[in-house]
């Protein structure tokens, strides 16, 4: 881009419409806090609300104080974490808001294809770090296109916050913006006194330097009909053997096909294939025995491991669909079962291979990827009725993204991979082959 597609008008603190409690100022993180990624979760949200120049700066000031409303409920958002970065100072100090208007009106984005690189522009920045003492937890920006569209990109880091808190975020000010705070689910603060961080844990993530790889951020949207012709292939191919009388999820299958094609790019780059490892994240909301609910705060997830071996013979979709299925149905029994102190134990043991598997080098390739499907991402109404596009954003390491897409049953990906492995990502014959055609331009929408 030549030049910048949206002009930030202001930027503000915006802090919550009534004081926290002094009860309530210091708030603890959890041990899935602590384990969470030094990186920020970004959504992208778009509307097709038209108003007139009187109605824009009503809109404006409607969204900003309900977000204000809504901090009263999520108050260890507008806090900052304290040098032990174990515990956050709830006084209040505010989230980063932006309000900006773009350069086009919503369709002229459209015609030109509403990249990937574009979006980029309407959500704050991934400003990934260590260090968060006394900065934003959360980052919001407005946008209004000339037509009267809106965007709303939400930023919040991950060491506070999973997907699923921010979506119970979003919604909760959706909410409150159409109807009024009394109609917003709180969230239940209680995850830190079931699984309390610990001091002696230390750093879990090494501060590694800048990379020198250039990554590149492309979507894929995998059609719906697609998927489940496959995942009926499955069934008829595996129901006689392994005791496989289950058709596997929408999202493992489109994990596996994405698995698969990186697999390949790696035995390209190789002249072999070699070891792989995918960690998908698995929520815990739901899956434990535990006094958690579905609109807990704060991180709640551990990672899946999955093993591709080439000793197992040929790489062929199927079983590699089946290694992934038994992996994530492995780890959801297990943690069904699991007492506290174990589930501590798998989430750490599992964090600590990926991590460890990535620093090694040692001929195995370590793959990472997050799953927002059934996740309520298509259901913020700010009164304007709910989103017609709702992506996530590029992030400056290498992983993917699956959400649910808000029309059928289809799943949209967004890949983060370096520039080279991207262009061999790209040909991959089993990619294009559950993919749209005009997802081969997979920048835009």
């Not at 919040?156 to 808190?165: G, L």
């Not at 496989?244 to 698969?260: D, E, L």
């Not at 291979?353 to 109404?381: H, M």
């Not at 991979?417 to 061999?424: S, T, V």
Request: proline residues 4%; hydrophobic residues 35%.
């Amino acid at each position: 881009m030549d030049e910048s597609e949206v002009q930030v008008l202001s930027r503000t603190l915006l802090k919550p419409s009534s004081p926290t409690p002094e009860h309530l100022r210091y708030y603890k993180l959890s041990l899935f806090d602590q384990l969470a990624p030094p990186s920020f979760i970004r959504i992208f949200l778009c509307y097709t609300s038209s108003s007139d120049d009187l109605e824009k700066s009503q809109t404006f000031n409607r969204l900003k104080k309900s977000l204000s409303d809504t901090l009263t409920k999520f108050y260890p958002f507008a806090g900052r974490i304290l040098e032990d970065g174990l515990s956050i100072d709830c006084s209040d100090q505010g989230i980063e808001y932006f309000e900006g208007e773009a350069s086009k009106g919503l369709d002229e984005f459209l015609h030109d294809g509403l990249k990937v690189e574009i979006l980029d522009e309407f959500v704050p920045k991934d400003l990934s770090g260590f260090d968060l003492t006394d900065r934003p937890l959360v980052s919001v920006q407005i946008s209004m296109f000339r037509c009267g569209g809106i965007s709303i990109g939400l930023s919040v880091s991950h060491k506070i916050s999973d997907t699923s808190t921010l979506i119970q975020f979003m919604n909760g000010w959706a909410s409150t913006s159409k109807e009024g705070i009394c109609t917003m689910i709180s969230p239940n603060f209680t995850v830190p006194s079931i699984f309390p961080s610990r001091q002696e844990l230390g750093r879990v993530y090494p501060e590694l330097g800048a990379s020198n790889l250039s990554i590149v951020t492309r979507r894929f949207t995998f059609k719906g009909s697609l998927i489940s012709k496959f995942r009926n292939k499955f069934r008829e191919t595996f129901g006689s053997r392994n005791n496989h009388h289950h058709q596997p999820s929408r999202v493992t299958v489109v994990t596996a096909v994405i698995w698969k094609a990186l697999i390949n790019v790696s035995q390209q780059k190789h002249g072999h294939l070699r070891p792989s490892l995918l960690s998908p994240a698995m929520s815990l909301r739901g899956k434990a025995a535990l006094k958690t609910s579905e609109n807990s705060f704060g991180n709640l997830w551990m990672p899946v491991i999955a093993h591709f071996n080439p000793e197992m013979g040929k790489l062929d979709l199927l079983d590699l669909v089946s290694i992934l299925d038994d992996a994530v149905r492995t780890t959801a029994e297990n943690i069904k079962k699991a007492r506290t102190h174990e589930i501590f134990s798998m989430a750490t043991k599992g964090i600590k291979e990926v991590i460890d598997e990535k620093l090694n080098n040692n001929g195995l390739d370590v793959f990472t990827c997050t799953s927002w499907c059934r996740f309520p991402i298509n259901e913020a109404d700010f009164g304007w009725g709910k989103p017609f596009k709702v992506s996530s954003l590029s992030r400056p390491y290498e992983m993917f993204t699956l959400w649910d897409s808000r029309y059928g049953d289809s799943i949209e990906a967004l890949v983060c991979l370096n520039e080279k492995d991207m262009a061999k990502l790209n040909l991959d014959q089993d990619l294009l082959a559950f993919t749209s055609s005009s997802s081969i331009d997979i920048g835009s929408f």
